[in-house]
């Protein structure tokens, strides 16, 4: 079929309508087609792989097995939501009861203290890795450009970068932990420490692509730009806003994409490892448990981290496309 259409655009060739039919054919072959193609023979084979792998817990799940899986999680999401609701209804009727008795009561409101569902911890998850990303950005993007701009802060600093970049973020992660039990002591605490400890160990695996990234492209900058801002004689914040982050955004934002992606990779390895709450802890808890819906439930778990991952880059793509000069910024 995709000959016999071929051999008629190259036979009309000429002719304005067919040359557009080629251009919209090409395209939608490249961003529909060959990807529905990769995707069908993908769960192909692992259909036919899932079917020949036996374990402990039974068959390996298939595409089935995981999507029956994805609807069972959202409806004890669902049920979930329903007891929520029905305990606070519940507090609030007795507490209307009360008052009703005793003019002079106090109502007590106790929070809800069910079981966080899959999708409670995939929001978990993603507010503390967004969280971390932030934080991490905050710090790195000034020393970054302040890094490329100085030679001698440069020449100080690298042998720090050098050091602690190639330190998985998961050897800092108990060293964090005692760190924040010792210094984060509240009796009311704004945030909770599994939380405090993920979100520092997230903005440590951040922190060293976004600097480099950001000193490279400050260091880059086209001299004759720079020799503008000396004619002008720009004052130093006018040089970094008006030359030096335009030019720089590019490699900015490759740092902060290759930064978030890690950062999620790290995350879900620190909530297994430490039992913070999110998809990690999710995942760990399911292998634990051991029962005969706990692998359809990982791999469901493995396939939305996968798609989050997918989806945060396309976000860091879009806005490296809305900020930056460069409209090109291609997938890599």
């Known amino acids: 079929m995709t000959t016999l259409i071929r051999k008629l655009i190259t036979k009309n060739s000429n002719d304005p309508a067919s040359h557009k039919f080629q251009l919209w054919f090409g395209k939608f072959t490249r961003v529909a087609a060959l990807p529905f193609v990769g995707v069908m023979v993908f769960l192909l084979i692992w259909s036919?792989?899932?079917?020949?792998i036996d374990t402990s817990l039974g068959k390996f799940p298939g595409p089935?097995?995981?999507a029956e899986q994805m609807g069972n999680l959202y409806q004890e999401h669902q049920d979930a939501r329903e007891k929520e609701a029905a305990f606070y209804q519940r507090q609030e009727e007795r507490n209307a009861k009360r008052l009703a008795k005793d003019p002079n009561y106090e109502p007590k409101i106790r929070a809800y203290t069910g079981k966080?569902?899959?999708l409670d911890q995939i929001i978990t998850s993603?507010?503390?890795?967004m969280s971390g990303f932030l934080l991490a950005a905050i710090i790195a993007i000034p020393l970054g450009i302040a890094i490329g701009l100085s030679k001698s802060l440069n020449t100080a600093i690298n042998p720090?970068?050098?050091i602690f970049k190639?330190?998985?973020?998961?050897?800092w992660l108990p060293l964090v932990t005692m760190v924040v039990s010792a210094v984060y002591v509240s009796q009311d605490p704004m945030f909770s420490k599994s939380f405090?400890?993920?979100m520092i160990t997230v903005t440590l695996c951040c922190l060293w692509p976004m600097v480099i990234n950001t000193s490279v492209g400050v260091a880059s900058l086209n001299q004759d730009w720079v020799n503008v801002s000396r004619v002008l004689s720009l004052p130093a914040l006018t040089h970094v806003r008006k030359i030096v982050l335009p030019a720089s955004v590019p490699s900015i934002f490759t740092g902060m994409r290759m930064s978030l992606g890690i950062a999620w990779m790290v995350l879900i390895a620190a909530e297994m490892l430490a039992q913070n709450p999110g998809l990690g802890k999710f995942v760990w808890d399911e292998f634990q448990n051991g029962s005969s819906q706990s692998l359809s439930r990982i791999m469901t778990a493995v396939i939305v981290i996968g798609f989050i991952g997918f989806l945060l880059d396309?976000?860091?793509?879009?806005?490296?496309?809305?900020a930056s000069w460069d409209k090109t910024a291609q997938v890599r």
């Open 48 to 52: 036919v792989a899932a079917s020949n």
């Open 64 to 66: 089935k097995a995981v």
């Open 116 to 118: 966080e569902t899959f």
């Open 126 to 129: 993603l507010k503390t890795v």
């Open 160 to 162: 720090i970068i050098q």
């Open 166 to 171: 190639p330190v998985s973020p998961l050897a």
């Open 196 to 198: 405090i400890n993920s």
């Open 314 to 322: 396309r976000m860091m793509l879009q806005l490296q496309r809305w």
